[in-house]
Nanobody
Framework: VQLQASGGGLVQPGGSLGLACAAS????????MGWFRQAAGKEREFVAAINWTGGRTWYADSVKGRFTISRDNAKNMVYLHMNSLKPEDTAIYYC????????????????????WGQGTLVTVSS
């Protein structure tokens, strides 16, 4: 499975940005998908996850109410829309997929995911 994250860039505080994750080598429709981020000098942390149908979503407290995860199984894509961005949201953002289908336990843990995209840099600065 190859995951390709895109959409990062420089945005001012309070601005919005949309990230996309494209998958190849596997259809995503049976898999929970996650977004994580890693700021300089910090560990990779959970941002958001979505189950295989898109009917359930989970968010880190730090982004709840500002970020929205979604998916389009027909296009094999997962998205992360980010509003009201803050400087502390600056990080490399990664999309991730697990090995096993129809599983959403530990969706918040990096250890639940086996496949990672290369990451896309989001910088929030004036």
């Amino acid at each position: 499975v190859q995951l390709q994250a895109s959409g990062g860039g420089l945005v001012q505080p309070g601005g919005s940005l949309g990230l996309a994750c494209a998958a190849s080598g596997r259809t995503l429709e049976r898999y929970t998908m996650g977004w994580f981020r890693q700021a300089a000098g910090k560990e990779r942390e959970f941002v958001a996850a979505i189950n295989w149908t898109g009917g359930r979503t989970w968010y880190a407290d730090s982004v709840k109410g500002r970020f929205t995860i979604s998916r389009d199984n027909a296009k094999n894509m997962v998205y992360l829309h980010m509003n009201s961005l803050k400087p502390e949201d600056t990080a490399i953002y990664y999309c991730a997929a697990p090995e096993r289908p129809y599983v959403n336990t530990n969706y918040f843990s990096t250890r639940a995911y086996n496949y990672w995209g290369q990451g896309t840099l989001v910088t929030v600065s004036s």
